[in-house]
């Protein structure tokens, strides 16, 4: 049973660039959520998805947006890089009427 | 709004040493309480869970017991490994949607 898994693992992006970020839920989930983890701290809610809908959204701007498909996979797209959305971008999934959300390895953005 | 407060690390310990992590929270209502592990260069691995007031959730000798009285979920094992050393982070999740983490603290297992 594959676990959630992300991709790529690593990626380098200049200040201005935008980046697609892609995750694949656990077998059976049906809902993904999205963190950043800037370095030495704890992960940060960015919005969760659930049949194709935003049902849920942290406090981040506008710049951070993005979508899940008909087989419940995800992405996390951010517009307009700046330094500081350098960090470690996790996803997570779920089920919808359950609390407990099983992490990927992340994804490592570094904005230079 | 929800919060999640840890002791700062990192924590020091010798191989076999008796581990305490805390952790409390604010919340409304009753949350559920998680504590995860994070090995370095990876992801968040679910360590274990609890759901209501009193309910102690345990997982490879480690336990943490909800106490809504004190608002606290602190993790604890009898003997540590070199092997657990790692960043703990606990966290809350309430009404389903969004999970609120604390800062992490780290572990460091000296044999």
């Known amino acids: 049973d594959a676990g959630v898994t992300q991709s790529p693992t690593h990626l380098i992006k200049t200040r201005g660039q935008q980046v697609t970020l892609r995750c694949s839920p656990k077998?059976?989930?049906?809902?993904v959520s999205w963190y950043q983890q800037a370095l030495g701290q704890g992960p940060q809610f960015i919005f969760q998805y659930y049949e194709e809908e935003e049902r849920q959204r942290g406090n981040f701007p506008d710049r951070f947006s993005g979508h899940q498909f008909p087989n419940y996979s995800s992405e996390l797209n951010v517009n307009a890089l700046l330094l500081g959305d350098s960090a470690l971008y996790l996803c997570?999934?779920?089920?919808?009427?359950?609390?407990?959300?099983?992490f990927g390895p992340g994804t490592r953005l570094l904005v230079l | 709004g929800n919060s999640v407060t840890q002791m700062e690390g990192p924590v020091t310990l010798s191989e076999e040493a008796f581990l305490t992590i805390n952790c409390t929270y604010t919340?409304?209502?009753?949350?559920?309480l998680f504590w995860y592990v994070q090995y370095p260069g990876e992801g968040l691995q679910l360590l274990l869970k609890a759901t209501k007031a009193d309910d102690k959730g345990s997982n490879k000798g480690f336990e943490a017991t909800y106490r809504k009285e004190t608002t606290s979920f602190h993790l604890e094992k009898g003997s540590v490994q070199v092997s657990d050393s790692a960043v703990y982070f606990c966290?809350?999740?309430?009404?389903?949607?969004?999970?609120?983490f604390g800062g992490g603290t780290r572990l460091m297992v000296k044999p």
């Open positions: 997570a999934s779920s089920l919808v009427q359950g609390e407990t959300q099983y």
């Open positions: 919340a409304t209502g009753y949350p559920s």
């Open positions: 077998s059976g989930h049906d809902t």
């Open positions: 966290a809350l999740n309430h009404a389903g949607n969004m999970l609120t």
